[in-house]
């Protein structure tokens, strides 16, 4: 875990996170130009260039530095927590970089000629290098690799490295194989002198040292990009440490400026987000999370406002959609479509929601949770999220009677279950059911966890109007659903019979 700078410098905890991408990229540039030197004939003729071939091997070390800057420029370019795609302006200049870094690369690497070979020899090398960046580059937007992939559990930096060894391996030579072919019918393409001449016996030799070199730059290519992810997706501390003045009179306002003030949708809220979602869930810093049920409820308020304020965003989004869907109106598709983009945002908020409410029942010492009906809020935002989420999954939102008789029953089963009717959004647009049934999945676990923690109070006041007075929000319309929904999701959770 890393502990986020001073107050008043919330990019430094990024840019801190860069500049170890950078000294990777430099240690790993100086262990290939090694691996090369070593791997390097003694007695082999190297190709007459007009140069030594003390220069020739010499100067691989400064190409291979200035080849990995670009690539770290590159994924500093495009590397983002936000599924929405980079603009086209910065996809184009990354992956123009990818293409220098794989010529400079390649070129590095001219050694590897046969002793006949002139500079358009190089080229042609180059060439090859600049197919194997641009290979890169489409697995890199077309897979959609540029987005930052947060994991459920923390490791390690080395054990989260180690474990993408094997899966960059297997990618260097998928990338690598399909790099060496399309270079090798393209070069066919260019005059003769860009083609490596010879026996047929030196060609192959040459050729598969040309696989070689390129599947090793695959290699170092996978590995770095797999390092920013395991460095850019670690939790980040936003408190002062434990022993200091700071910590001891405010140790929440750094984390509070960077949820208010901080760009949206920037990686340092990301991070600021899921370093709230772990202090309120687990008890690795019970005294931050102490420090949130402060005398006056200012902290609290601003902290749970903070986490309303996506989840918010997200019904609202949702119940815009839903107005009147048509399949082919593509404004209301482009719509709910974006309303699952900050879905890791709203996750982590509302997991964090839930754990503090659920911690207020033994840890709020001065009970301001419940005095500034921030409770009501959180579980009206609960409840309205996930009645929308149902409804894009095709459930009924209307209430049911309160009295169940033989003549309605038939009406109330038909009211609990899933129809594949049209308001059933998610399950017939692509890629969209996934995140709908997951979003309802964390949704309903929060609620849960509430439930649980408060069941003896719920059980006692388990009557609608008392429902509605303690734990709906009073003197405002939820986003999405209505109060009487509302109150009987609840009732439902209560006798834990929520599907």
């Known amino acids: 875990m890393d502990r986020a700078p001073p107050r008043g410098a919330p990019r430094d905890a990024v840019g801190q996170r860069w500049l170890t991408v950078f000294a990777f990229q430099a240690v790993l540039s100086a262990a290939a130009s090694a691996l090369h030197l070593v791997a390097s004939p003694r007695g082999r003729r190297y190709p007459l260039l007009g140069v030594p071939a003390g220069l020739l091997l010499a100067l691989h070390p400064l190409l291979a530095c200035a080849a990995t800057g670009l690539l770290a420029l590159a994924l500093l370019l495009t590397a983002s927590p936000h599924p929405r795609p980079p603009p086209l302006r910065r996809r184009a200049l990354a992956t123009a970089l990818l293409a220098a870094a794989g010529a400079l690369s390649m070129a590095a690497s001219a050694a590897i000629l046969p002793e006949g070979a002139g500079w358009a020899a190089v080229a042609g090398l180059g060439f090859r290098g600049v197919v194997l960046g641009a290979v890169f580059a489409a697995h890199h937007f077309g897979r959609r690799r540029w987005l930052l992939q947060f994991p459920v559990v923390q490791r390690p930096l080395f054990y989260g490295l180690k474990m993408g060894l094997l899966p960059s391996g297997k990618r260097a030579l998928k990338v690598s194989l399909q790099a060496f072919c399309l270079s090798f019918a393209l070069i066919l393409l260019l005059p003769q002198q860009f083609r490596i001449g010879g026996s047929i016996g030196s060609q192959i030799?040459?050729?598969?040292?040309?696989?070689?070199?390129?599947?090793?730059?695959?290699?170092?290519?996978?590995?770095?990009?797999?390092?920013?992810?395991?460095?850019?997706?670690?939790?980040?501390s936003f408190a002062p440490p434990q022993s200091t003045a700071a910590a001891e009179t405010n140790p929440t306002e750094f984390i509070l400026e960077t949820l208010e003030q901080s760009d949206p949708r920037s990686l340092i809220q990301y991070l600021a987000y899921q370093d709230l979602c772990a202090v309120s869930e687990c008890n690795l810093e019970p005294w931050r999370r102490a420090a949130f049920f402060e005398e006056s409820g200012e902290t609290y308020k601003r902290i749970v406002t903070a986490c309303l304020k996506p989840l918010e965003g997200f019904s609202s989004k949702i119940a815009q959609a839903l107005e009147e869907y048509e399949p082919d109106n593509i404004s209301q598709q482009y719509i709910l479509f974006s309303a699952f983009d900050d879905s890791q945002i709203c996750t982590w908020c509302a997991r964090a929601?839930?754990?503090?409410?659920?911690r207020s029942r033994q840890e709020d010492r001065?009970?301001?949770?419940?005095?500034?009906?921030?409770?009501?809020?959180?579980?009206?935002?609960?409840?309205?999220?996930?009645?929308?989420?149902?409804?894009?999954?095709?459930?009924?939102?209307?209430?049911?009677?309160?009295?169940?008789?033989?003549?309605?029953?038939?009406?109330?089963?038909?009211?609990?279950?899933?129809?594949?009717?049209?308001?059933?959004i998610a399950s017939t647009e692509g890629g969209l059911h996934k995140k709908a049934y997951a979003m309802a999945d964390v949704l309903r676990t929060s609620v849960y966890q509430i439930v649980s923690a408060f069941i003896d109070d719920l059980r006692a006041n388990a009557k609608p109007a008392s429902l509605e007075k303690n734990w709906i929000s009073e003197g405002r319309k939820p986003i999405y659903g209505s109060q009487a929904v509302l109150v009987q999701k609840l009732s439902l959770f209560i006798e834990y019979r929520a599907v």
């Open 205 to 236: 030799l040459t050729q598969i040292s040309i696989f070689i070199v390129t599947a090793g730059v695959s290699f170092c290519l996978e590995i770095s990009h797999h390092f920013v992810q395991v460095v850019h997706t670690r939790r980040c």
């Open 353 to 358: 929601l839930a754990g503090l409410t659920a």
């Open 366 to 424: 001065y009970g301001v949770a419940q005095l500034t009906g921030c409770n009501a809020a959180v579980m009206t935002t609960l409840l309205s999220a996930l009645v929308a989420i149902e409804a894009c999954l095709g459930k009924k939102t209307n209430p049911l009677p309160m009295h169940l008789g033989p003549e309605n029953i038939r009406l109330a089963h038909f009211s609990t279950v899933r129809r594949p009717t049209g308001t059933a």
